[in-house]
Nanobody
Framework: QVQLVESGGGLVQAGGSLRLSCTASGNTISINAMAWYRQAPGKEREWVATINNDGLSNSDLSVKDRFAISRANAKNTVYLHMNRLKAEDTAVYFC?????????WGQGTQVTVSS
């Protein structure tokens, strides 16, 4: 089992920045990759970015030039650095961890961008 706890969300003005954190605990050695997703009100959850154990990352085109995912393996933590935030980035942001046999979700952290 893997447990995930996100933090760092909050209220920010458009154009501002936030850094989200997701810390894994439990059977962390089984994690192959970690990702960020988000879900805006009334919309489906969507993928934002992924990073694997080798540090290779990818992100959705809609955020590629503004968001960056990074990982501190020693801390079992993955970050989402969000810059030049827009009102449409308002959502609950979720962390996801992938193992060979399963995947796990965090409880989410709210990001609200005021215009």
């Amino acid at each position: 089992q893997v447990q995930l706890v996100e933090s760092g969300g909050g209220l920010v003005q458009a154009g501002g920045s936030l850094r989200l954190s997701c810390t894994a605990s439990g059977n962390t050695i089984s994690i192959n990759a970690m990702a960020w997703y988000r879900q805006a009100p009334g919309k489906e959850r969507e993928w934002v970015a992924t990073i694997n154990n080798d540090g290779l990352s990818n992100s959705d085109l809609s955020v590629k030039d503004r968001f960056a995912i990074s990982r501190a393996n020693a801390k079992n933590t993955v970050y989402l650095h969000m810059n030049r935030l827009k009102a449409e980035d308002t959502a609950v942001y979720f962390c996801r961890a992938y193992t060979e046999w399963d995947d796990y979700w965090g409880q989410g952290t709210q990001v609200t961008v005021s215009s």
